[in-house]
């Protein structure tokens, strides 16, 4: 699942610079659970499901969408936000230092976006999620599991 405190993994995808792989995310998102464990801080995850609801015949298909939804992002998004792929299906943006206030409005602003761009004329929903540390993870793998579906136990 990643690789948490290990190596620096190289690796981003040139879509305004700014989306980061799985691999490198979660290193910097354990790089910043630890930080903000150390000095008290908030963290939000935005999470970004994409689902195909129904082919189009147009050029739209799954990677593009994926490129423009994270060319969208990578606008919105502060210089200090990390936009990163989670999976094939989710984009992920970790928001150092807000809490759940700041990441409701980030939250809102996101889905405003996603509106004035009309994803599903393209066959397309995108849905938005918010993760916070501490109160929805107390750790990376917490957050991971979180962002992923999974139970924890």
């Known amino acids: 699942m990643g690789n948490p405190g290990g190596e620096v993994p190289d690796g981003t ?17 354990d790089l910043e659970v630890k930080r903000a464990r150390r000095y008290q801080n908030f963290i939000c995850l ?3 499901k994409i689902k195909q609801f129904k082919k189009n015949d147009d050029f739209w298909d799954f990677p593009t969408c994926h490129e423009v939804l994270s060319d969208l992002l990578s606008v919105e998004i502060r210089e200090s936000d990390l936009l990163g792929e989670l999976d094939g299906d989710k984009l992920i943006v970790l928001l150092p230092y807000a809490d759940a206030k700041a ?12 509106k004035y761009y009309n994803f599903e004329s393209k066959g397309f929903e995108v ?6 540390f501490p109160v929805d993870g107390t750790n990376t793998m917490d957050l991971i599991r979180k962002s992923l579906g999974e139970a924890t136990t």
């Not at 990441?103 to 996603?114: D, I, M, S």
Request: with cysteine; net charge neutral; glycine share 6%.
């Open 127 to 132: 849905m938005v999620d918010q993760i916070c």
């Open 46 to 48: 935005m999470l970004l």
């Open 103 to 114: 990441g409701n409005q980030a939250r809102t602003r996101f889905e405003e976006t996603l």
């Open 13 to 29: 995808k040139e879509v305004l610079g700014r989306v980061l792989n799985r691999d490198l995310f979660l290193f910097l998102l």
